[in-house]
């Protein structure tokens, strides 16, 4: 993905951002469910299994999406179909409920996001170009230890 793609998706949260809040990247992803795999979640586009959570099945709901990690939250936008950034936000995690569950990288790459301890979370695919992306995402969501 492009740097303009990531600068527009910034622009998209701007105005729902709290005060001193920052974005911190930004990306597209097919959104499927937690317990999704890779090339599962590519081929049907993320089917709904039983058991997941609120947030999680609300976003299963639209697939291709934009994420935006701030440092105060995960937000999720509609993409549009041209791939940009959607206007209106679909869903937002604190970021304090955000945890990287799992990173597989690959031609396909897969995220597994987990929301708090309630069980909740997604699971976001990668295709091959946008596996950059991906790993920046997944750095950014690996905790900082504390000394």
Do not use: C, W, Y
Not at 20 to 26: C, F, I, L, S, Y
Not at 49 to 70: P, S, Y
Not at 73 to 94: D, M, N, S
Not at 107 to 117: D, T
Request: charged share 15%.
């Amino acid at each position: 993905m492009n740097q303009k793609l990531q600068t527009r998706a910034f622009e998209r949260v701007a105005s729902i951002l709290q005060p001193g809040e920052q974005p911190v990247t930004a990306t597209r992803a097919l959104v499927g469910s937690f317990s999704a795999g890779r090339l599962g979640t590519v081929v049907s586009q993320g089917l709904i299994t039983a058991g997941a959570g609120a947030v999680g099945h609300a976003l299963t709901r639209t697939k291709k999406q934009f994420v935006v990690l701030t440092d105060r939250r995960l937000i999720f936008l509609p993409q549009t179909f041209l791939g940009g950034p959607g206007t209106g936000v679909l869903a937002e995690v604190p970021r304090e409920q955000v945890a990287l569950a799992e990173a597989k990288m690959g031609i396909v790459s897969l995220l597994r996001i987990a929301f708090g301890a309630a069980g909740d979370g997604v699971a976001l695919t990668f295709p091959r170009v946008d596996k950059k992306n991906a790993e920046a995402l997944a750095a950014a969501l690996v905790p900082v230890p504390t000394a």
